[in-house]
């Protein structure tokens, strides 16, 4: 992999912990989209061998920091994220982009429905997460991703 | 795929688990958010950039002739203020020579630190925002936050460089207070709405009515004495029901102040309520 591909992953990547930082409206932040997700996403496509469930671990701790959630919530998030990934995406280099987006779509939700579970399990007044919310504008950002993430990823790679 | 890779998402979500549970039931894991809060805070200063940049463009490209205006109406308020501080100081001294005639000696005022409002929480469940101090600057978690208008909450979680502040409207926080008027005490709890807090356990027959400033009475012994917190702003008598729905509008802006005040009351000699209740059981 070139030092230009890793630069332009990180930077990504702190984009994307800005995006989450965002204040925003009361009424937009329902539909506040996962970034670091689609970031995870659109790099993991890009090189499955190299971007395993380790990016898990400090990704997901820190966004647990971010979000003042508990530790360990977004690593789990995450890992199921990049597993689940690693599992399709030789079918996902087959889809078109629409394609792609549901099965993101799929994937955020289960996320979610996780998230629910571990918080439930763990305090008594677990609050409802946002099922649908955020799994759809994740999945309605993932073409501009793909173009911006995977896309420019493999022509840094190629030129 | 490298092999066993289910067996280590398994272990994975094994170890997050458990992570989880020491992170909700100890206080271990606080260092270690602590210390990965430095690597997250490029990123929180940077979000606030563009809102800096629009506050200094909007600073700079105001009129002269406004800048004079705003000048003379802050002299205006700052002469009231002064007359108010000038009776403060006076009440303030009688009320200590009050206060030793019964032998309860009490600091009146207590030291203030300025903070700003960096971020609101995305999360729509929960009324937190984050502010541009943390433990750098001293703040501790449990450390009341004011505006100017009010009490605003509590910090409940310390980073180096900025801290989370808990609203008084979350449905999960509740300040003991009391009627200014005539010192009924009530608990009011949030109720996920910025605008109203509720008041609980009030029996039918309380002296409390529409208007009445509630301000904190210092019992939990979280939140210092005598802070204005809401005004009570409806009362219902159910019949039939054993307490009156009391509704009370938070003083102090919480969608609104971009300045908030972190208060350092005198700790020595208070017991952190989770340890009183270890020594009760």
């Given at each position: 992999m070139k030092l230009q591909s890793v630069v332009y992953i990180l930077i990504m990547l702190f984009l994307a912990f800005v995006l989450e930082h965002l204040p925003l409206p009361e009424v937009i932040s329902w539909f506040q989209p996962s970034w670091v997700i689609l970031v995870i996403t659109a790099v993991v496509l890009y090189a499955p061998s190299a971007f395993?469930?380790?990016?898990?671990v400090p990704v997901g701790l820190m966004l647990d920091v971010e979000q003042g959630s508990l530790l360990g919530l977004h690593v789990l998030l995450i890992a199921l994220h990049v597993y689940l990934l690693q599992l399709l995406y030789r079918r996902m280099y087959l889809f078109n982009v629409l394609q792609q987006a549901g099965v993101i779509f799929l994937m955020v939700m289960a996320e979610q429905i996780l998230h629910y579970w571990a918080v439930a399990m763990l305090r008594e007044d677990a609050t409802p997460v946002l099922l649908f919310e955020v799994a759809l504008t994740t999945a309605f950002l993932w073409p501009w991703m793909y173009a911006i993430g995977y896309r420019s990823l493999r022509r840094l790679e190629r030129g | 795929m490298p092999p066993f890779q289910g067996q280590r998402v398994a272990l994975i979500a094994v170890f997050c688990l458990v992570l989880m549970w020491v992170d909700n039931e100890y206080q271990w894991l606080d260092p270690v958010r602590y210390a990965i809060g430095y690597t997250v805070a490029p990123a929180q200063k940077t979000a606030v950039v563009p809102l800096s940049v629009a506050e200094w463009l909007g600073e700079n490209a105001s009129l002269r002739r406004e800048l004079l205006k705003e000048n003379k109406i802050l002299a205006a308020r700052n002469l009231v203020l002064e007359r108010k501080a000038q009776r403060m100081a006076s009440l303030e001294a009688e009320n200590m020579s009050l206060r030793e005639l019964l032998s309860a000696s009490d600091q009146v005022d207590d030291k203030v630190l300025v903070t700003s409002v960096?971020?609101?929480?995305?999360?729509?469940y929960t009324q937190q925002i984050i502010i541009d101090k943390g433990g750098s600057d001293g703040v501790f978690v449990g450390q009341p936050v004011l505006d100017a208008h009010g009490l605003l909450g509590q910090v409940i979680d310390v980073l180096p460089l900025s801290s989370r502040v808990l609203m008084?409207?979350?449905?999960n926080h509740a300040v003991p207070v009391q009627v200014?008027?005539?010192?009924?005490r009530a608990i009011a709890t949030g109720t996920?709405?910025?605008n109203e807090l509720e008041l609980i356990y009030?029996?039918?027959?309380?002296?409390i009515k529409v208007g009445d400033m509630l301000v904190s009475s210092g019992l939990g012994g979280r939140y210092p004495k005598g802070y204005p917190v809401a005004t009570v702003t409806s009362i219902v008598n159910e019949p039939?029901?054993?307490?009156a729905s009391v509704k009370a509008e938070p003083t102090a802006k919480l969608d609104r102040s971009r300045h908030l005040l972190l208060v350092f009351t005198d700790q020595s000699g208070r017991v952190p309520p989770a340890q009183l209740w270890g020594t009760a059981e």
């Open positions: 395993g469930l380790w990016v898990a | 960096t971020a609101v929480d995305p999360d729509p008084i409207a979350d449905s200014n008027r005539n010192g009924v996920g709405a910025l009030v029996p039918n027959t309380a002296d039939g029901e054993s307490f």
